[in-house]
């Protein structure tokens, strides 16, 4: 399901790196680290990806509050509304 893993400056540590092992070996973690000389609020691209896409989702009701009981049931509503989202941009007209 995931390939790639993007993840703060604050989970590069060895705990996170063997807790995520343990879990799920094909998984590759990025982290992602804001430059030196940036000040102030800087966007990152790789972050951005997930703030979007958490926005975008966050537009499904259903997903708006953590009603579920189950993780196995939260992640399939997560896959239903992720599976809407791509059909959309998809069958988008281009013109």
């Known amino acids: 399901f995931l390939l790639k893993l993007f993840a ?3 989970y590069q ?8 092992r343990k879990v799920c070996r094909t ?3 990025e ?4 430059s030196d000389q940036a000040k102030g609020f800087a966007v990152l691209p790789k972050r951005w990806i997930v703030e979007r896409t958490i926005g975008w989702l966050n ?15 939260g992640r399939a509503f997560v896959l239903l509304a992720s599976i809407r989202l791509m059909t959309r941009k998809l069958c988008q007209k281009t013109s």
């Open 13 to 20: 540590g060895p705990a996170f790196q063997d807790g995520l």
């Open 59 to 73: 537009r499904c009701r259903r997903l708006a509050k953590d009603w579920e009981c189950k993780s196995r049931k």
């Open 8 to 10: 703060d400056g604050g």
């Open 31 to 34: 982290i992602v680290r804001r």
């Open 27 to 29: 998984l590759t973690v």
